[in-house]
């Protein structure tokens, strides 16, 4: 799919080849050359189009972070009555726990990045506020802070539980935080 240099979509194959390859090897096995393969454009797009490794990954990983909060959107947005907006959470745990392997790997590879690099606890940051805004427009902030917590975390165990827990429990817990 080699195209020509005023290719307008290159620099976006480029960040979702990064995307795939983090999700298949780590960060750590991530390199221009794999990135330009996978992506079939010449080695020299890559730092044509990022400054270098670095600018890459927080690109790539904010592209990957508008994605989940998109998801975030998808299904807190149709909720109308707090009732609905817990469903709409229990949904949203299931959809993610339950969704592509890719983006649980991805999710806790930029963690583990923010855990040692400020620029990267910056972008997480910023997608925890965009999501909490989201859970704020049906919940008071505290509750929109603990309800992303359990999210964060009932996804994680549920996605790596060998028989994750149902709907019920799900609910159950979102009930608990939400309670009055």
Same mark, same amino acid.
């Given at each position: ?50 400054? @270098? ?5 927080? =690109? %790539?990983?904010?592209?990957?972070? $508008?994605? +989940?909060? *998109?998801?975030? /959107?998808?299904?807190? @947005? ?5 009732? =609905? %907006?817990?469903?709409?959470?229990? $949904?949203? +745990?299931? *959809?993610?726990? /339950? ?82």
């Amino acid at each position: 799919m080699a195209t020509g240099h005023t290719d307008p979509r290159r620099r976006e194959r480029i960040l979702a080849a990064a995307l795939e390859l983090i999700a298949e090897e780590g960060v750590a096995g991530v390199s221009h050359r794999k990135v330009a393969t996978r992506a079939d454009v010449p080695l020299g797009s890559t730092t044509y189009h990022f400054t @270098g490794m670095d600018d890459l990954l927080r =690109q %790539a990983f904010t592209r990957f972070a $508008d994605h +989940i909060v *998109a998801v975030f /959107e998808r299904y807190l @947005g149709r909720a109308e009555t707090h009732d =609905q %907006a817990r469903e709409a959470v229990t $949904d949203l +745990i299931h *959809a993610l726990s /339950e969704g592509p392997r890719r983006d649980l790997v991805l999710a806790q590879e930029l963690y583990t990045l923010a855990a040692r690099h400020p620029e990267y606890r910056s972008l997480t940051g910023e997608w925890m506020r965009r999501s909490r805004r989201l859970l704020e427009r049906h919940f008071d902030p505290e509750t929109a802070r603990q309800l992303d917590a359990l999210i964060e975390g009932l996804t994680l165990h549920r996605a790596l539980d060998d028989v994750p827990h149902d709907r019920a429990l799900t609910r159950r817990a979102v009930d608990r935080v939400t309670a009055g």
